[in-house]
């Protein structure tokens, strides 16, 4: 069963950093792309970002382009993110997503998330 | 970037009865089109994939269809647990992966 939870997210200052971590089991994590989605309070889902799966290749939002970096380590089954420059509507729960096998892709796994709240 | 438009905003139906939910690219997503469901606190959930194929698990009273900008999820006899929000995302031309704003579904 493909189990993904995601940590690190909590209060952080505007124009602040923050590295958000996804652990990754039941799965052969270094065979899926994978992704950063995010919800703001009340709001629908924005795609973030993502990885190939040997991390070669990255693909941001224009919102987060510059700002934010993913990134991945395959022997320790882990997706990471790391958030620069924080602003105010950067507060969203953060959900990693696994994606599915072929091409294109889809997600076919979602962690329960982790709450990113940017604030004075 | 591709736009998902999705309708209606809220969807208000009777248990027991069929609800169709609509989603609309604005260019061809071919039928890589996935549709995801959330309930209150809650991560989302994988419904459909390949605009009409249900994913592991997903009972038989959910369909999809459509392809090329036009696509709908149906739900054929409303069961309590389906009550939800319910988002279209399309993976065909990207980045960025675009998802639709939401249709919540709620008893009526």
């Known amino acids: 069963e493909v189990q993904l939870l995601e940590y690190g997210g909590g209060l952080v200052q505007p124009g602040g950093s923050l590295r958000l971590s996804c652990a990754a089991s039941?799965?052969?994590?270094?065979?899926?792309?994978m992704s950063w989605v995010r919800q703001a309070p009340g709001k629908g889902l924005e795609w973030v970002s993502a990885?190939?799966?040997?991390?070669?290749?990255?693909y941001y939002a224009d919102s987060v382009k510059g700002q934010f970096t993913i990134s991945r380590d395959n022997s320790r089954n882990s997706l990471y993110l790391q958030m620069n420059s924080l602003r105010a509507d950067d507060t969203a729960v953060y959900y990693c997503?696994?994606?599915?096998?072929?091409?294109?892709?889809?997600?076919?796994?979602w962690g329960q998330g982790t709450l990113v709240i940017v604030s004075s | 970037e591709i736009v998902m438009t999705q309708s209606p905003a809220t969807l208000s139906v009777s248990p027991g009865e069929r609800a169709t939910l609509s989603c609309r690219a604005s260019?061809?997503?071919?039928?890589?089109l996935a549709w995801y469901q959330q309930k209150p606190g809650q991560a989302p959930r994988l419904l459909m994939y390949?605009?009409?194929t249900r994913a592991t698990g997903i009972p038989a009273r959910f369909s999809g269809s459509g392809s090329g900008t036009e696509f709908s999820l149906t739900i054929s006899s409303l069961q309590s647990e389906d009550f939800a929000v319910y988002y279209c995302?399309?993976?065909?031309?990207?980045?960025?992966?675009?998802f639709g704003q939401g249709t919540r579904l709620e008893i009526k």
């Open positions: 997503a696994k994606g599915s096998s072929g091409w294109p892709y889809y997600f076919d796994g």
């Open positions: 039941g799965f052969t994590f270094s065979s899926y792309a």
């Open positions: 990885i190939g799966n040997n991390g070669d290749s990255t």
């Open positions: 260019q061809s997503v071919s039928s890589n």
């Open positions: 390949g605009a009409s």
């Open positions: 995302q399309q993976y065909n031309n990207w980045p960025p992966r675009t």
